[in-house]
Structures are given as C-alpha cells and as structure tokens.
C-alpha cells in the first residue's frame, strides 16, 4: 500500500459531499441570480419605497416583541422550575415546554377560531346584538400567536443554562460576603445570559422565517410580503427575500458578537444547586406558571376540540382527514429518511477529517436551514419553472411541482437538523473504538456497520425524527411546491382557517398536534 | 478561653435523604493554625467544610466561629456574614470577570479595593496576569487566583476544598510549597480537606482523619503517624506491614522477632511495622527472607521480602544496594511498634 487509506475514505467522502453541497448552495445562488437582473437604481427604489419600509419596520418589531415576551415568560418559568421549591415542578416542566409542538399557525387558527370573526366569542354574543368584535388580525394576533407557541425555546434553552451553572460559583460569591440578589444579578445573570440569548434568537429566527401565522393573521411582514407578490412579480419577490435572507443574517451576527464575549467556565462541581424556598409566594408563582399553560395550550387544544365537535355536529367527516394524513406522512418520512440517509457522509467529513474544506462543507448545510421557507420554497421555485420543465415534461411530472423536488426543497430546508445530533453521536464514539475495531482485522465498512453505527444510532434516529417533525409542520414549502392537489394536513389547516372554514381546520390540527407532540417525546428521549 | 479557637464544631451531624454524611463531628481549631481533615472520598470531609461555611445547614450541633456562633441546628448565620474564605474543588471562579475582578469581587468598593487587589496578587505571585479571564489561565495560576480572592476580604477562617486534585502531579508539590508560604504570610486559620495523606501531612499543623462521617483521631501529623489510634488510621497514613503477635507486655513475639511495643500490651495481637523500619542487610544479620520483588523509584526503593514462615514484608531502603529477586537477605527492624488487638479493622 503506497498511501493511508486514511485518505482514501477521506476523498471518496469528499466525492459524495461536495456535489450534494453545491446542490444545497444551488437555490440560494440561484435566488441571488435572479433577484440580480432587477436593475440597481430599480432595486434602490423598490427599496426605500414606504410599503417597502413598512414591511422591514413590521417586521422588526414583530420580532423584537415575540423574543421580548418569550423572555419574560421563559426565564422566569425556568428559574421556577430548575432553582425553587414549586410545587408539581416536574409536571409544570413538561407542561410548559409542550406548546412548542403546536405550530403558529395551529396557534393561530385557534386564535381566530375562538376571537375572530365567526369565532367562537362571536357566536356566543351574537344573540346579545355584538356583532362585531375588536378586530384579532394585525400584529397583537401575530404577536400572540407566534410568542405563546415559541416561547419554549427560551423556558428550555435557559433551563439548561440554569442546570449548567456551577452551583460553586454562587456559593464562593455567599463565602465573599454577596446577600443572594447581589449574587443573582452579579453572576448567575452573567452566566445565564448566552443561554437566554440563545432561546431568543431561536424565537427571533423563529417570527422572522414564520409564513402560516402572520398570513392566517394579516400582518404583512417579510414572508407573506414575498408570498403576496410571487404571482406579481418574481424578481421583486426575489429582492425582498434577499432583504429577508440580510434581515436573517444581521440576527446571526449580533447573537455571535455576544457570543464571543463570552467565557468559558474553568471548572464544575457535580452537586445540584440548592433550590430556593418559595413560601408564600408559592401560590403566585403556581398562577404564573397555570396561565402560561392555560393560554398556550389548554385554550388552544379546547378552541380545536370545540370545532371539531362543531363540524361533526354540521357534517364534517372526519375521512376527510385521512388523505391529507397520509401525504403528510408520506413526504415526511421520505424527507427524513433521505435527510438521515445524507447526514451520515457530511457528519463524517466534519468530524473525523476536520479542516478547512470539511469546515466549508458543514456551514453550506446550515445555510438552507437558517433560510426562511418561504425563500428556499421561492428559489426552487425559479428553479423549477425554467431548468427543471424541461426534465419535467420528459418524464411526465406535473411541472415544477414535483414530489421529488418537494423532498429536495425538505432536505436543503432541514438536513441541518438530521446533522446535528448524529454529529453530536458521532463525536462522542472514540475514534480508538473503531481502531481497535481496524487492528482486530476487520475493514473499514464492516467497523463502520458494526461499531460506529450502533453507537451512534439514537443519534441518527433523533436526527431522522426532528426532520420527521419539521417536515410534518412545514407550511410555505409545502403550499407553494407540492404537486397540485397534494394537500397535507399543514396546507388544509391553512386554507381552512384562512377562509374561517374553522370547523374543517380542527381535526386536521388536533391529528398534527398529536403527531407532533409524539415525535417530539421520540426526540427527547434520548437525553433521559 | 474559648476566645483562642478560630474554629469550633461541636456534635455537628448532618444527613442527606437519610444517609448519614456527618455524625457527631467535633473538633476545635487554634488561632492560625493550619489543619488538615483527611479521610477517604464519602467520608464526609466536605459536608464538614460546608457546614462550617454555612453552605449547609447541620441537623444537630454546633459551629463557631471566633467564639460565635453560626450554626445551632437549623438556626444558622447565612454564608456572606460569616467572614469565611473558600477555596473550592473546581476554584470557582467566575469565568465572566477579570482576574483582577474576581480578586476584588468580595472587597468594598472605593479606594481601597484597587490596592488589595494589587496586594493580593503580589502575595500570590500573580503581577501583570490582572487583565485576563480565568480561561486563559493555567490551573496552578487559577488556583492561586482562588487563593487571592478568598483571602482579599481578609476572612476569619480559610477554607480548602481538595484544592490540589485537579492539578497534574507534577504541578502539584510546587502549587503545594507555594500554598503553604502563602498562608503562613496571610497568617490566616484555615482548614484544608483532602484524601492525600501526603498533602495533609506536609501542610497542616495539626490532622483530624475522618472515616464514615466521624472524626476518629486529631493530633499533629508526628503523633498521627508515630500513633495511631485505630489499625484503620495506622494504614491510612502511610505504608504498613501487619503481622499477627503475641504481645508480652513492652515486648511482641511476631514472624520477625521479638519487636519493641510503643505501649504495653498482652495477648494476640495486629502489629504494625512501617516499611521504611526495615532495612535488609546480607545474610546472617538478622531474621532471615529471600527477595521477591523490586521496584526501583530513583529515590528509595520498595522491597519484598518472603520470610521463612511464609509471610511476605515490604521494606523501603535506600536506593544504593542493588537488591535481585531470588537473593537471600536478613531483616532488621529500628524503632518501636504500634500494635492493635487482633481482628479489629
């Protein structure tokens, strides 16, 4: 043997990546292309144009206050739940994390259903003359929708903050003569807030790439702006993507700026931390933590139940839901089979050959996943209508709305999230595992199958099951690239609650929440 | 008189979830003195560090401080007024601030503060490294940064949680001498835990060994180690060979002879021979063993000998004679010997 075979699995990893790369690139590059033959001084225009403005300003404060208010739950329900004596902690804990399964615009159906027109308030105060209620479209609908169902992210994110900060480091400040608010603010606070950062930006990331909820509420940020205008003019729905890809950007930068200002901890005692005695404030943080879950999720399940009763009543069947059901499942398991199935070569590269190209390769992955759907739907659109009809007619498909090109735009969108717990997995397999495995004779495919992979399977099976997840809510991919008359429970939700059709809305929901709310106990179960 | 204690615990017991961590813990501190609690992991050293921080809260018992009290059962001093200093495990340093910042965290702030902090860092040898955060640190810097912010407040009492474990042994015996130096300049009281009989013997003044959550014996680590109270303490201090006698007063008849006792005792005994009181000669010169094994340290040298009847001794000489596996050699033992009633752990 004239060379390591080191090397050689090196570059036939390299040949599977690189071509899969530039195929996860391709549709951003595209979008670039195309929004590039709107002329300077026209772009310039359409951009400072005051609709234009509005949209970007709509935006923002969408999103400074869905983050805002995810914060000023999530960080108090964590610190109930990690650090004090509350009563039922372990119940509120689930409780509280569980409306992450409920998509926004699941949310914000049951927002309309209960406070929108022909909703259910309505119905009851119709025989009392009310025929109009304040209206629920706008920002505080898309607000409300978006903050009540993604608020998790920060209650989860700061908890694990919480449970990580060395409990040492709050008693050294107690033994250098701190009173215990002193040490909240001058340290626990420190440590905790990348944490809290984090779950924000998720939020942030969460509200700016969000289509169903401000659609189904009216409020015309980024998303429904481009959604809006695709039949109007594309090069234009192009350029606000771009804005909105810039907008995405700007959030990713200022949250790695503080970032790196953080410092990594030198040290940590295994004790759990001492838990806070609530006494009489027992109660009040009892009620907090009962709204929180009464509004995100007793309400929203009860407005869903009351429509379905409804509908059933006025002859809705509940066939209706088994088509849809069973697309949704069908390109869900497809996409996440493919995107577990593509993982494996990328996490590889990354982590058994690091370096500079492995390293480009990893971040190309995560460029689809940090893209908008609405945008990643957008540019396979463009793609799809000029260089994919021709392929299209040749094999018959129903032009660019392909089933095929749906699961490609799934993966681009989501094989970050089957990567990174089989990363995870993968990193924690000691490469002197399959070494010894190499030494004891065997090849390098029969190690791979026989001790790597079994190690590293509840990784690759939570990875394959977060994708399984997204795919099942995805909503503007799927509206605007599934083959004509390919509703899934996702899009039936959509048109149904869009057009006040409430009671056809419900059963399709309750079926998705539950199905969500499945996949993600799989997720989670690893970890316990 | 009881003004002279820096530290006095007095039947402190404490449980977790029904295991008894602490029980019946007593034990007084002097004034500036350096003390050692030393015991295996789980014996309960650290509930016993922590209770006197008042970081837990004893179930019965008492703590004092200087004379006051801190602790009476449930009723405690909570841990920021009890001017007590802690060294913890993992140094605990706050990773988001300064060296300089962390030294000066338990100062007041003005004029003042700025100075100590110089002060400090000048007693631990730390001038100019104010600047960086404790990440960039080595472990011995970090320690000594540990070191100097739990000293800055000028505490009553120092507190050492097993400060040397998470250094590389050849670190080690430097950070030691230089923790040792540090103190005797602070002239603070302090109270070290530890599982390294080493470590407790060549810092501490005095040595209080714990087993089971009990402080079985205290005395200076001479006495410690010349005396030992249990069969248990004698060979946890250090290297020990036991064999079974008959004790005949000052004497004991054992496989090696008729030993001298350290105190009189009678009947069966366990006595107890440190390594380094035998010394191997060549044959002829006392109780006669062949060499079974060797293991050569630079220093010193470990080795074992298989007596006549059977029974194999372990011996540590010096490093000059070439000693082989197989050779026929005789064994003398220098010094009296401490001997147990037989059977008793």
Redesign the interface.
């Given at each position: 043997m004239t060379r390591s075979s080191l090397f050689e699995t090196r570059r036939v990893l390299l040949l599977v990546c690189l071509p899969l790369t530039g195929l996860l690139l391709l549709p951003t590059a595209y979008l670039m292309a195309r929004a590039g033959e709107v002329g300077l001084t026209e772009a310039a225009d359409y951009l400072t144009r005051s609709g234009t403005l509005r949209i970007m300003g709509r935006s923002a404060l969408l999103v400074a206050a869905t983050a805002g208010a995810s914060v000023l739950i999530g960080v108090p329900a964590a610190w109930l739940t990690v650090r004090t004596d509350l009563r039922g902690r372990r119940w509120w804990t689930i409780l509280l994390a569980v409306p992450l399964v409920i998509p926004s615009y699941v949310g914000a159906f049951a927002l309309v259903g209960a406070l929108g027109p022909r909703g259910m308030l309505q119905g009851a105060l119709e025989p009392l003359g009310v025929e109009r209620l304040p209206s629920i479209y706008g920002f505080w609908g898309a607000w409300l929708a978006i903050t009540l169902f993604s608020y998790p992210y920060v209650f989860l994110s700061a908890r694990a903050g919480l449970m990580q900060i060395d409990p040492a480091l709050e008693e050294a400040s107690a033994t250098l003569g701190r009173s215990g608010l002193a040490t909240f603010r001058h340290v626990t606070l420190p440590q905790l807030a990348p944490s809290i950062l984090a779950g924000a930006l998720l939020v942030a990331l969460y509200t700016l790439s969000d289509f169903g909820a401000v659609s189904i509420m009216q409020y015309n940020v980024f998303t429904r702006a481009i959604y809006l205008r695709l039949s109007l003019n594309l090069d234009l729905a192009a350029l606000l993507s771009l804005v909105l890809v810039a907008f995405t950007v700007a959030l990713l930068a200022v949250s790695a700026r503080a970032e790196r200002r953080t410092y990594p901890a030198t040290g940590r005692t295994h004790r759990a931390p001492r838990r806070v005695a609530l006494g009489r404030w027992q109660w009040a943080a009892v009620a907090f933590c009962a709204a929180v879950v009464a509004l995100a999720l007793v309400a929203p399940l009860g407005v869903m139940a009351y429509w379905l009763v409804n509908g059933v009543q006025h002859g809705e069947t509940l066939r209706d839901v088994f088509a849809p059901l069973q697309r949704s499942l069908r390109a869900a398991a497809v996409a996440a089979g493919v995107s577990g199935l593509l993982a494996l070569p990328f996490v590889f590269l990354q982590v058994r050959y690091p370096g500079g190209l492995s390293r480009l390769i990893a971040r190309a992955a995560y460029v689809g996943y940090a893209l908008p759907g609405v945008v990643v739907a957008l540019s396979l659109v463009f793609l799809g209508a000029r260089s994919l009809n021709v392929l299209n007619d040749l094999l018959g498909l129903d032009g660019y709305r392909s089933f095929a090109l749906l699961i490609a735009a799934y993966v681009v969108r989501f094989l970050a999230q089957a990567i990174g717990p089989a990363r995870t997995a993968l990193l924690q397999v000691n490469p002197h595992l399959e070494e010894s495995g190499l030494l004891l004779g065997r090849g390098r495919a029969r190690v791979f199958a026989t001790v790597t992979l079994p190690l590293m399977r509840s990784g690759v099976a939570a990875g394959v099951a977060l994708v399984f997840l997204t795919v099942m809510k995805e909503l503007p991919v799927t509206l605007l690239l599934a083959p004509s008359g390919y509703d899934t429970l996702a899009t039936r939700i959509w048109s149904a609650s869009s057009e006040a059709f409430y009671a056809r809305a419900a059963a399709p929901a309750l079926v998705l929440v539950a199905l969500s709310a499945l996949s993600l106990m799989y997720v989670l179960e690893p970890d316990d | 008189m009881t003004e002279s204690f820096a530290v006095e615990c007095c039947g402190l017991r404490k449980s977790f979830g029904g295991v008894r961590a602490v029980n019946a813990v007593s034990f007084a501190l002097a004034r500036g003195q350096f003390m050692a609690l030393l015991g295996p992991s789980g014996c309960g050293k650290t509930t016993v560090l922590r209770l006197i921080?008042?970081?837990e809260r004893p179930d019965a018992g008492q703590v004092r401080i200087n004379g006051g009290v801190v602790s009476d059962g449930a009723a405690i001093v909570?841990?920021?007024?009890?001017?007590?200093?802690?060294v913890?495990?993992?140094?605990?340093?706050?990773?988001?601030m300064t060296v300089a910042q962390n030294v000066g965290?338990?100062l007041p702030g003005g004029d003042g503060r700025a100075r100590r902090v110089a002060e400090m860092l000048e007693l631990v040898d730390l001038c100019g490294l104010d600047e960086r955060?404790?990440?960039e640190?080595s472990g011995g810097q970090?320690q000594r940064v540990a070191l100097a912010?739990?000293l800055a407040?000028q505490?009553d009492i120092l507190?050492l949680d097993e400060p040397f474990s998470?250094l590389d042994v050849a670190l080690r015996a430097q950070v030691r001498e230089d923790v040792q130096r540090i103190l005797k300049q602070a002239g603070v009281s302090a109270i070290l835990v530890t599982h390294d009989q080493d470590e407790a013997m060549s810092l501490a003044d005095c040595l209080g060994v714990m087993f089971d959550g009990a402080v079985v014996q205290t005395g200076t680590p001479r006495a410690l180690y010349d005396d030992p109270a249990t069969r248990r303490v004698a060979e946890f201090l250090g290297e020990a060979n036991v064999l079974p006698g008959e004790a005949r007063g000052d004497l004991a008849a054992t496989a090696l002879g008729d030993l001298p006792l350290r105190r009189p005792a009678r009947g069966a005994v366990d006595v107890l021979i440190r390594a380094e009181q035998i010394a191997l000669a060549g044959p002829g010169q006392g109780v006669p063993a062949a060499v079974t094994r060797v293991m050569y340290y630079g220093t010193h040298q470990h080795v074992w000998a298989a007596l006549d009847g059977g029974a194999i001794v372990k011996a540590r000489c010096a490093p000059d004679a070439p000693w082989r596996a197989g050779e026929r050699v005789a064994l003398r033992i220098s010094g009296p010997v401490a001997a147990f009633p037989a059977g008793e752990s």
């Open positions: - | 921080a008042g970081l909570p841990p920021h007024r009890r001017r007590v200093g802690m913890f495990q993992s140094y605990a340093l706050f990773p988001h965290y338990g955060h404790p990440a640190l970090q912010r739990a407040p505490p507190l998470n």
